[in-house]
């Protein structure tokens, strides 16, 4: 059956009711997901289930399309979020004091180490570059190091640039 939420995004100033028909529940970052498709704008769109007032069932029934598979339809992306970003292949340097963290938690189910220095290694992924991803790769700070691809790179030196700026005007 089709729901009823109530739901209000960080930042809104005021919830939003939608008719939603929900697909499969997603958990990250310590936060439950509700994914499904938003009927009014005929949309797939990714709820956080803590930030819903009001759930309210109808009596409107939908079918899930028979073609549809959260697994498939996750993989390649980090977090919750999909966008039209496409997946590659992510090479990083990691540093001795996180090789064994990434050994042991990966990104995803691609994640391989490739080569192995006294120092350092190279672990390669398939997934796509997304926001979601440069902020995971950010809290590993000094420790790891976007080798490619270069649009990624690209946003880490931009990050660690705002971040220098922001410390050297405290």
Known sequence: KMIEIVHQTFGSPAPNDYLFSPYCLKSYKQRWYVLGMDNEKGMLK????????EIRMTQKSFRIPNDFD??????????????????????????????????????????????????????ECELAPTWELEME?????????????????????????NMLHLYNEA
Not at 46 to 53: K, P, V
Not at 86 to 100: A, C, M
Request: aromatic fraction near 14%; proline fraction near 3%.
């Open 70 to 123: 959260a697994t498939k339809f996750y993989k390649g992306y980090l977090g919750v979020y999909r966008d039209l970003t496409p997946v590659q292949t992510i090479k990083l340097k990691v540093w001795v004091k996180q090789r064994d963290y990434f050994k042991t938690l990966p990104l995803n189910d691609s994640m391989r180490e490739v080569a192995v220095y006294d120092d350092w290694s190279i672990f």
């Open 137 to 161: 790769l950010l809290q590993y700070n000094d420790m790891v190091e976007v080798l490619e691809p270069v649009c990624l790179r690209n946003m880490m030196i931009e990050h660690a640039w």
């Open 46 to 53: 990714n709820f956080a289930l803590d930030r819903i007032s």
